[in-house]
């Protein structure tokens, strides 16, 4: 049966040693793995240019059978072959020099794929040194797959292996979509998709066997995420958390003390969390806010909530800098509530360490902040509730799940709350987090003054200099951030020690400028940044540390060096540090680039600052890799869906797998094994790592 499919490669004829190697390279290990090995594109011969066609004085490809015969002489040193190619339209002569080896090469009516530039004179046709590959005459279809490789892996390797496998395995590959699910969406069997997308005979039928393909692999990645979460809500016991009416009213007039009116997507992202609480499952739920959309005061409720019920809640960080930074942001916002809020990071010295390690042992602590490595290293809990984590993008998804397991108390989960201003759109946010619920503040606190965005170049910057200096005269505060910390072998990069001397000693001698970059020991980093927030510095020289979550209302401009260099994502994040109160904020992107695709993406950057925006328009310019950093992200691999191009199927996908799973809980009627089998193999060893 299925098990043909897990053949190992090497038992297959010329498949050993280097060539097995490199077939491992690909992830190549089982025939299965070869008969899914998708091509990424195919070659289209069937259209192509027939000789009375051909344009002058373009390169083209066209396909010639060789007519008579191959003439070679040499005329002083030069050696000097011509041959005639014909069609059925016409023929082109082509002419080579110094290339005697072609005429071995070129064998009496064969077909040959050539490229080059024509000429085209009075109707005569000739080609000077053109490229040439033999057509096989074998090659049935007109249309030819070009496979995804590596080097030292041939394309006519990897056809010679698929190929003959093929018509080998056809009859033993397992159709995992139930017969109902292909009805309802109009797709091919998969033997017929297979066989089709190897080796098709029209675009047409790449189109069908394509549509099945990609349909399948979403199916599968979304039944899975729907077991997984299945498996956790029924498998996990929460902690309910509830408030007697005194308790209750403590938080509402914590509520009515915030020095601000929240908005009503925090109210109603407060309120989800509220319901989540209170119910013996553990609450699994991402809130998705844009930069400066105000999620911290939604933790810090949450966290309020869960101490004053006599349990305890913690916050992760990505960086000791923020993890300081909300350990005084939640002080400040709980003052009040008589619930005293801890710090723990790489820099906590040993006597206070001890001392909260104390704290939290006994209760007497009820809520922590801090970086993850520090939490998560024997640190106990013992009463648990609640594990907060910001930024949820500079985790993975593994470590997500670690985070979440790694209590104390086994016999219960804490719940979970993420938060990510990775402006995630929908169609991702469903395969990144479909085992999450998700919350989106889709709201920006009022009276914010939108950022303004210009591009600049060397030429301008005594103007930039200029407005920095009228901001700082206006008692506001000035980022200045650049790629790199020392310089480096590309000698145009602007490294932040650089710019920093430079501020600091020739442009604004004057002012008091920082520099904080991730060299410095993380003390040095929180002294720092503390000065900054304080006021006490007026420019701020910074490498990306300050990318994440670092909240300084009173910072209006941002400055950013080689703006070229930085992502999309990373530019919106750093540009987020900026129109977080009241004042008008400005964001320079320095760059001299005249790179088209770079000047594109700044220019995206001057046009909005809706992260959403940002996100689609960048899926659109290069893909999901680079956006989302998918390896950081954990996102699955996937062989044939773009989930920007087949975002409506992977929707179709979510819905059907919905409905199967309505149909059939366990996967136990006869048509559904094979869909039951498929997914063992694809998510297996995920079931296991998190012990479902
Ligand atoms: P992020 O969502 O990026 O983590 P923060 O929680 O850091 O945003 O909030 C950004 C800034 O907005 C902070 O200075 C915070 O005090 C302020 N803020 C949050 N909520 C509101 C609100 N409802 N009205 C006014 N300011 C707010
Ligand atoms: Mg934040």
Redesign the pocket.
Known sequence: MADLLDTPVTALNGVAGKRAALLKRLGISSWLDLMTWYPRAFEDWSSATPIDQLQDGIDQTFTAALSGKVQSHRKGRLTITRAVFRDESAAIRAVWFNQPWVADKLKADQSYRLFGRVKRRDGEFSIQSPSLEVVEADSKGKIRPIYPTTEGLSQGVLRSLILPLLQKVMTNIPEPLPFWVRKKHHLCAIDYAIARIHQPESLDEVEIARNRLVFEELFLLQSGLYLLRRARQNSQIGIPIHLSAALHSRVMQTEAQ??????AA?VAAIAAIRRDLQTDRPMNRLIQ??????????AALAMLEVALSGHQAVMMAPTAILANQHQQ?LEKLLAGSGEPVALLTGATPAAKRREILKGLADNTIRLLVGTHAVIEDKVELPQLALTIT?EQHRFGVRQRIRLSRSEHEKTVTPHVLV?S?TPIPRTLALILYGDLDMTL?DQL????EPIKTYTARSGDRERVENLIRKQVAEGRQIYVVCPMIEEQESVDLESAVQTYNRLAQDVFPDLSVGLIHGGLKSSVKDQIMLAFNAGELSILVSTTVIEV?V?N?NASLMMIENAERFGLAQLHQLR?RIG??PHKSICILMSDTDDELARERLRTLCQTTDGFVLAQKDLELRGPGDFFGTRQHGLPDLRLANLYRDREVLVAAQETAQELFLRDPDLTEPEHLAMARALIRRFGETFQQIQL
């Open positions: 915030l020095p601000f009116q929240l908005t925090q806010g844009d930069v400066g959309s105000g999620k911290t005061v939604i942001t910001d938060m201003a503040i606190p009022a009276g914010r979550g909240d209302p987020g977080r109160g």
